[in-house]
């Protein structure tokens, strides 16, 4: 068993707490019942005392008292001596001793069993009691003095000595059992605790191998652990570490593929109108271009190129801007009827060339919209913008204005090509262009919807889409209305 095994550790301290507090309660249940049997031994020693006293007031032959004290020493295998007033022994009897061997004098403290302070208490009218070597017997002895009075109420006394060697063999035998019984609880609460100590431990390993399976990368890794305690707390936040871990784990690597694929994807938008450059220029260059008409023709061409890289680097920087809380969403009070009259006319020419239909209807009491007038247009001009793209001649474009619970809602829809099913979760990400055969943003950066998506939510509103391959497109729009309290 490891020393630094938690398993081991508990046992030891839950086996030395169990050590310490059976020595205590043995320690003091032993001191204790010393004290109770020399207290019981005491008292009975008392009475028998008392017994003594009566006997020694009503008996006046000192040999028929001798008998009588006698007889009592014997049954009670102690030493039984009756002083007069002078502190002169009347009578002696028991522990081999009788009256004829005591010493006159009883107040010679070298001679008799007690000493003179003792004596002078018994005849004031105190009883006495004393435990330990008594050098007169030559053993350790439990001496009890009763003073009473005789007929003549003079103090007189009766002092009974009994061995303490049966005393203290009982209380031998009671410490032993005391030692047997502690030894016993101390082996049963060793075995006990070791088995508590692997039901603890048990979900602290288990944790444990959770923590390492996290360490090496397996983020999966649950505790299975059912308790309201601690334990089942820290189980609980082990396991919402490991979920948020793998949350997050997955998160960064969404982040980098999604990080890999916009590189990938910007030097791809980058290589192409670089590449038709680069082929115009080197014709220009070769003098291969033989008319006015078509060399402005390539400048033309371009110059369109040019454009679209600039489009494409701003609208990344947009998007930039936007993803990390830089972009100015200043908001006020706006007219949404204004905002969509300046689109219709900046794209009108564009859908008249297309050969299209736009038709335009606002609600009549439009109330103001809190939104940033400019960003609001970038919006319809880019779905709109979509919509003309990819709506063959003949088709149509509506936009629809309504207010509906404090909310405006704009319907932007066509009659174009649509938008496959399994295309539209992925329309809102960067560089996404669906069917490549039929892209809807063919034409555009990938990155026109990303950032709609990006200013509709950044003024509170919403927006979804709904589409049909070959019957067209709508895209739901709602913002709040103004909540400045501007009119």
């Known amino acids: 068993m490891k020393l630094n095994n ?31 049997y020399y207290e019981q031994q005491a008292k009975q020693l008392k009475n028998l005392g008392n017994k003594v006293a009566d006997i ?49 004098d009883m107040s010679n403290p070298h001679h008799g069993p007690l000493n003179m302070g003792d004596l002078q208490k018994l005849y004031q009218g105190q009883a006495v009691v004393l435990k330990g070597n008594n050098p ?67 979900p602290l390993v288990k944790m444990n191998k959770a923590a390492l399976a996290m360490a090496s990368g397996n983020y999966q890794q649950r505790v299975n652990i059912q308790t309201n305690d601690e334990i089942g707390l820290l189980a609980n936040s082990l396991n919402t570490l490991a979920s948020r871990l793998q949350e997050k784990i997955s998160q960064l690597e969404q982040q ?46 371009i110059l369109d190129e040019i454009n679209r890289l600039k489009r494409l680097v701003n609208e990344v920087l947009d998007l930039k801007r936007m993803e990390e809380g830089h972009f ?69 474009i509506s936009v629809c204005v309504t207010t509906k619970a404090n909310q405006v809602h704009l319907r932007i829809s066509d009659t174009g090509e649509g938008i496959a099913p399994e295309d539209l979760p992925m329309i809102w990400e960067r560089f996404y262009k669906g069917d490549k055969s039929r892209t809807r943003v063919q034409g555009g950066t990938g990155l026109g919807l990303a950032i709609v998506k990006r200013i509709v939510e950044g003024h509170g509103g919403q927006i979804n889409v709904e589409s049909k391959p070959n019957e067209g497109t709508t895209f739901n729009i709602v913002l709040p209305v103004n909540h400045l309290g501007v009119e």
């Not at 839950?14 to 001191?31: F, H, K, P």
């Not at 006046?60 to 009670?76: F, H, S, T």
């Not at 003095?145 to 060697?165: M, S, T």
């Not at 439009?366 to 940033?372: A, E, F, K, Q, Y």
Request: proline share 3%; net charge negative.
């Open 136 to 202: 007169f017997f030559k053993t350790d002895v439990l001496s009890v003095g009763i003073p009473f009075k005789d007929h003549d109420n003079i103090y007189r006394a009766v002092i009974i000595h009994a061995p303490l060697e049966p005393l203290a063999d009982e209380l031998k035998r009671l410490q032993m059992l005391t030692i047997y019984t502690a030894a016993g609880g101390i082996a049963l609460a060793a075995l006990l605790s070791l088995i508590f100590s692997r039901f603890i431990s048990k």
């Open 56 to 104: 020694a007031r009503s008996e006046e032959d000192p040999v028929a008292l001798d008998n009588k004290v006698a007889l009592i020493a014997g049954l009670y295998n102690a030493n039984v001596m009756i002083l007069n007033e002078m502190g002169i022994v009347m009578s002696c009897q028991g522990m081999g001793i009788s009256t004829k061997d005591m010493p006159m």
């Open 328 to 396: 100015d969403f200043d908001q006020e009070p706006c007219d949404l009827r204004e905002i969509i009259d300046r689109v219709q006319r900046k794209l009108t020419q564009l859908t008249v060339e297309k050969g299209l239909h736009l038709e335009i209807n606002i609600e009549k009491k439009l109330p103001l919209v809190t939104c940033n007038s400019d960003r609001i247009e970038r919006v319809l001009i880019n779905l709109i913008d979509n919509a003309i793209r990819h709506t063959p001649a003949g088709g149509k």
């Open 6 to 36: 938690i398993v081991t550790k508990l046992w030891v301290i839950m086996t030395i707490l169990v050590l310490v507090v059976i020595g205590i309660a043995g320690a003091a249940q032993t001191s204790f019942m010393e004290g109770l």
């Open 256 to 301: 980098e593929q999604i990080r890999r694929e916009f590189v990938t994807n910007v030097a791809h938008e980058i290589k192409t109108p670089l590449a038709v450059m680069q082929g115009f220029t080197e014709t220009l260059i070769d003098g291969l271009v033989k008319t006015e008409k078509e060399r402005d023709e390539y400048l033309q061409n």
